[in-house]
């Protein structure tokens, strides 16, 4: 049986066999029999790992354990609105907290930066909050809507889907539509990049 446990750039939580190159954690969201409840996370601190971490394995639903969720890629977490793991991702956290800090100004703990998050990613009626922005504005690793979720990098924008970039478009002119979190979009101005699918070429 496929799992319920990938994620896409507008948040929803699929079936599909495709893992990607980053897992991550929401809490515990699946059933003693793995499919997923009703909740789409069960705290605030949304983060984004390493598929293996010092030799450990935790399978993706385990019993009593948080729920595995799969991402393509790193822009396409920081899209649902996750962040770096500060234990088996250090040094990129570290990145993360200063380019948030550099956008944002300075944060006493991280978990001030999940609750900035948490506000940018999903309404109050657990809808994934997007925002309008000019495309000539936009820093590579954000992702719009063209009309399909697409990744912004360069003069281009690539269209998504769950085994890899498909396609390779001109970047549009105007006012997009951005699923990336507005404050995770001024993190990568100020020089934040996400490790991408090597389909992103």
Known sequence: MTLQNRVLPTGEIVADPARGLFTGNRGIL?????????????????VCCRLSFK????????DRG??????????VALAAGHRPCHECRRADARRFRAAWEDAHGP????GDIDKALHRARVSRNRQQVR??????SLPDGVFILAPEPALILGDSVYLFKTGGYK????????????????????????????ELHPSAV
Not at 55 to 62: A, E, I, K, Q, V
Not at 131 to 136: C, I
């Open 30 to 46: 699946h059933r003693p029999d793995g499919t997923l409840g009703v909740s789409r996370w069960k705290h605030p601190h949304w």
């Open 55 to 62: 030799d450990r394995y935790h399978g993706p639903m385990p």
């Open 66 to 75: 948080w729920t595995a969720l799969f991402f393509l890629d790193e822009a």
């Open 107 to 110: 944060v006493a703990r991280i």
């Open 131 to 136: 925002h309008e922005a000019r495309a000539d």
């Open 167 to 194: 396609a390779k478009c001109n970047r549009p002119g105007g006012v997009v539509m951005v699923l990336t979190p507005a404050p995770t979009v001024r993190a990568l101005a100020a020089g934040y990049q996400p």
